[in-house]
């Protein structure tokens, strides 16, 4: 077996991927066509033209044209089916998905309880693989808005709901100013991670880190721009949700050489590799990963060690930890014996 099939088959944990970043491409032209009449996208090309973007402000704007086209109940069930569907065949075996709710409330008076039920009842349609949620606030919301959903979040435990993440634009919406909203969560119970560092320096993961007291932080890029802060993290063993292939498709860094994953790495941080809106930025964890190995120099037991570091940082049980981590062991044991067996023939 070849690194590329390896970077294939091996079982898969993601950590930072929003759900309806992560829509197929021809799901999401069915969305297109069930409410655009062909005004702006007229095939599905254009749609995929569409995902291309100048900077992370860029970004953002297509992210929301993207949810005018899901307004519905029965289009999160859809768009929730169709994710899980696609994330069995890339045989990734869990997932702690962002849901972003702000749009839909605003925009199409929908309930967030009801968005979290139908996607529930989407992914449970799908086996194979486990998608547990975490409700992203939205920052550009504000700590009101995000503390209102932030009391209906915490009702909702029993459809996988682990915890809290706040999105968005961070330059506007520092960390710091849901304090009061992290400190209730933690108080409900829920885990909590924040997009921090991604298009602004370190002062904002010191922030998700000091008045937030996130359990992970997303992005970090900027993390390498402050040796003391990467010792802290160390330390303290915050793990970091990386997103490689985002961040060179938004701009928040420039080159793919430029990430700081393998410096982050090899200094022995909690690290997992991400997609963060697959389908929106055209990639997958097997190219995630096959990145690792062309770019950066990763070998094949430290992609198998990033596996690990992922499990290990995930918000799941431990039995369900145990289970996932036999699987990518058992993986691991039978590639190595055919490899044993190759060389001996």
Known sequence: MNINEICKEIPKVELHFHLTGAIPIPAFWKLVQKYDNYETIQSIDDLEKKFQYRDFIHFLQVWRWKNQFIREYDDFEFVAKEVSLDLQKQNITYVEAFVSASDFINNFQLELPEIYYSIRKGLNSVSGTKVNIIGDLVRNYGPEEGNKQLEEIKELKH???????????EREYPPEIFRKVYEKARKYGLKTTAHAGEVVGPENIWSAIKSLKVDRIGHATSIIQDVELIKFVKDHEIPLELCPG????????????????????????????????????????????????SQFGFNIQEIYDISKRAIASSWTQDAEKEVLLSKLNNFAQNISENLNQSSKI
């Open 159 to 169: 459809l996988g709901v682990l915890g809290i993440g706040i999105g968005g634009s």
């Open 246 to 293: 985002s961040n060179v498709k938004t701009g928040s860094i420039r080159n793919i050489g430029d990430h700081p994953i393998k410096t982050l790495f090899d200094q022995g941080l909690l690290i997992s590799v991400n997609t963060d809106d697959p389908h929106m930025f055209q990639t997958t964890m097997e190219e995630e990963f096959m990145t690792l190995y």
